[in-house]
Protein backbone atom coordinates (compact mmCIF):
# COMPACT_ATOMS: atom_id res chain seq x y z
CA UNK A 1 0.00 0.00 0.00
CA UNK A 2 2.59 2.27 1.03
CA UNK A 3 4.58 1.71 -2.51
CA UNK A 4 1.47 2.41 -4.69
CA UNK A 5 1.07 5.61 -2.21
CA UNK A 6 4.62 6.90 -3.06
CA UNK A 7 4.07 6.27 -6.84
CA UNK A 8 0.92 8.11 -6.74
CA UNK A 9 2.71 10.91 -4.80
CA UNK A 10 5.35 10.34 -7.44
CA UNK A 11 2.86 10.93 -10.54
CA UNK A 12 1.33 14.00 -8.62
CA UNK A 13 4.49 15.50 -8.74
CA UNK A 14 5.83 14.93 -12.48
CA UNK A 15 2.24 16.30 -13.57
CA UNK A 16 2.78 19.53 -11.45
CA UNK A 17 3.65 21.99 -14.58
CA UNK A 18 -0.52 20.17 -15.89
CA UNK A 19 -2.16 21.05 -12.86
CA UNK A 20 -1.72 20.30 -8.60
CA UNK A 21 -2.49 16.40 -8.85
CA UNK A 22 -0.70 16.00 -5.68
CA UNK A 23 -3.60 18.32 -4.16
CA UNK A 24 -6.38 16.22 -5.67
CA UNK A 25 -5.00 12.87 -4.88
CA UNK A 26 -4.58 14.13 -1.23
CA UNK A 27 -7.94 15.37 -1.23
CA UNK A 28 -9.77 12.70 -2.97
CA UNK A 29 -7.57 9.80 -0.84
CA UNK A 30 -8.23 11.75 2.50
CA UNK A 31 -11.96 11.69 1.58
CA UNK A 32 -11.96 8.28 0.98
CA UNK A 33 -10.48 7.48 4.23
CA UNK A 34 -13.05 9.48 5.85
CA UNK A 35 -15.81 7.77 4.43
CA UNK A 36 -14.19 4.42 5.01
CA UNK A 37 -13.33 5.33 9.12
CA UNK A 38 -17.24 6.38 9.28
CA UNK A 39 -18.80 2.89 7.77
CA UNK A 40 -16.21 1.21 10.03
CA UNK A 41 -17.68 3.06 12.94
CA UNK A 42 -21.11 2.43 12.20
CA UNK A 43 -20.17 -0.75 11.21
CA UNK A 44 -21.40 -0.74 7.64
CA UNK A 45 -18.55 -3.01 6.58
CA UNK A 46 -16.48 -5.55 8.30
CA UNK A 47 -13.18 -3.71 9.87
CA UNK A 48 -11.39 -7.16 8.98
CA UNK A 49 -12.49 -6.16 5.15
CA UNK A 50 -12.29 -2.59 5.61
CA UNK A 51 -8.64 -1.65 7.50
CA UNK A 52 -6.42 -2.37 4.23
CA UNK A 53 -8.75 0.15 2.11
CA UNK A 54 -8.38 2.10 5.58
CA UNK A 55 -4.45 2.44 5.70
CA UNK A 56 -4.14 2.56 1.83
CA UNK A 57 -5.94 5.80 1.73
CA UNK A 58 -4.35 7.57 4.87
CA UNK A 59 -0.96 7.04 3.75
CA UNK A 60 -2.04 7.92 -0.52
CA UNK A 61 -3.09 11.43 1.55
CA UNK A 62 -0.19 11.29 3.61
CA UNK A 63 1.82 10.99 0.99
CA UNK A 64 0.14 13.09 -2.04
CA UNK A 65 -0.53 15.67 0.91
CA UNK A 66 3.25 15.71 1.91
CA UNK A 67 4.30 16.45 -1.84
CA UNK A 68 1.95 18.95 -2.12
CA UNK A 69 3.14 20.67 0.59
CA UNK A 70 6.80 20.26 -0.39
CA UNK A 71 5.68 21.60 -3.85
CA UNK A 72 3.92 24.87 -2.19
CA UNK A 73 7.12 25.68 0.03
CA UNK A 74 10.02 25.30 -2.79
CA UNK A 75 7.82 27.11 -5.24
CA UNK A 76 8.95 24.25 -8.08
CA UNK A 77 7.05 25.43 -11.06
CA UNK A 78 8.03 21.80 -12.69
CA UNK A 79 7.76 19.64 -9.32
CA UNK A 80 9.93 18.81 -6.68
CA UNK A 81 11.63 15.63 -8.68
CA UNK A 82 12.55 17.66 -11.82
CA UNK A 83 14.40 20.50 -10.01
CA UNK A 84 16.52 17.51 -8.10
CA UNK A 85 17.28 15.52 -11.58
CA UNK A 86 19.22 17.76 -13.92
CA UNK A 87 17.99 17.94 -17.36
Do not use: H
Not at 56 to 75: D, E, P
Amino acid sequence: AASFAFISGAVGDVLNPLGPFAAYIALVAAVAAIIIAIAMVLRLVLAAKAMPALIFATSAAAIAGGVYGIQQQTNSQNGVIANLLPA
